[in-house]
């Protein structure tokens, strides 16, 4: 479990803030973020946008329909 839990600690200890770009994910077909995993382990999960090479568009509001 340890060797599970501890990429988790290490991005919370070194202060990485995850942004999560679900439009792109979707397009790339990269899968779904695991939203509840990062924010039960505390890490800190911001909300963006990829470049228009895997997003057909720049909205935050398109990015906020779709995401978690």
Do not use: F
């Amino acid at each position: 479990l340890e060797s599970v839990l501890r990429p988790y600690r290490i991005a919370k200890e070194k202060g990485v803030i995850i942004v999560h770009n679900p439009v792109s994910n979707l397009k790339l077909n990269s899968g779904q973020m695991p939203l509840d995993r990062y924010l039960k382990e505390g890490l800190k999960v911001t909300l963006g946008t990829d470049s228009v090479s895997s997003n057909n568009s720049l909205s935050m509001i398109d990015e906020m329909k779709r995401g978690n």
